[in-house]
């Protein structure tokens, strides 16, 4: 289970943990390999003090309604996951046709631009924002991991010696730092847990510390290994 996009992989772990969704794993598969959260927090808006959105994100949302083209709204809502600095680095990449170097936020935007079109050719046509964007809302606003459900899943967990990473980005816009920094504590009764602390990276943390991140997952797939033989 790996949380790229929010709280999900958190509630199936759970859920799974208590012998949920059999019909999509099948009877026998009641362990884990190995289990990685990025990110992310156990509990939502439900608990302001612990769940609700950090501060840094009011200003960063406030900058995409700003006046402007299309164009730079894109941009500028690329802040609420990524750090202005690591948008404005070069990537490494170069324009195909013109060869110019393409910054990190450019190569992002050419990079949904062809998912985009890739959609369409498919036959899956341009949606509204409105519904999803409520329907996001609305999952962040009432994920909660109740105490008893929680410790059962770390109870599960250590009983299965199941490696588990935790990756904490301090400068957040999306999911409080101190929200994930007791996510990992809660879950270090588990056992064999790592937590890849990076205080100055933000909530694009699997993009802006690529190797770091892909390193780690990569430990706890060879951890899963080698407590499967």
């Known amino acids: 289970a790996i949380s790229l996009g929010g709280m999900y992989a958190l509630e199936m772990l759970a859920g799974l943990a208590e012998g949920a969704f059999s019909d999509l794993v099948g009877p026998s598969e009641t362990t884990f390999s190995s289990v990685a959260l990025m990110v992310t927090q156990a509990v939502g808006w439900v608990n302001p003090m612990h769940g609700f959105l950090p501060f840094g994100f009011f200003p960063v949302f406030a900058s995409g309604l700003a006046p402007g083209s299309k164009r730079a709204k894109v941009y500028r809502h690329l802040e609420q996951l990524f750090s202005r600095e690591w948008l404005r680095t070069k990537s490494g990449v170069r324009h195909p046709k013109k060869g110019t170097p393409l910054t990190n936020a450019q190569t992002l935007v050419r990079r949904g631009a062809q998912e985009h079109r890739d ?7 341009p949606r509204g924002w409105f519904l999803p964007a409520a329907s996001q809302a609305c999952a962040v606003a009432t994920h909660h991991i109740t105490k008893a459900r929680f410790d059962a899943m770390v109870r599960h967990l250590a009983a299965e010696g199941c490696p588990v990473l935790v990756v904490c ?4 816009n999306l999911v409080r730092y101190s929200a994930q920094r007791s996510l ?6 588990a056992g064999a847990i790592e937590v890849l602390d990076m205080p100055d990276s933000s909530h694009g943390v699997i993009e802006e510390r690529l190797s770091e991140v892909t390193a780690a997952l990569l430990r706890a797939a060879r951890a899963a290994e080698d407590a499967q033989e």
């Open 119 to 125: 959609k369409r050719a498919e036959g899956f046509g």
């Open 169 to 172: 980005a301090g400068r957040d």
């Open 184 to 189: 990992a504590e809660a879950l270090r009764p």
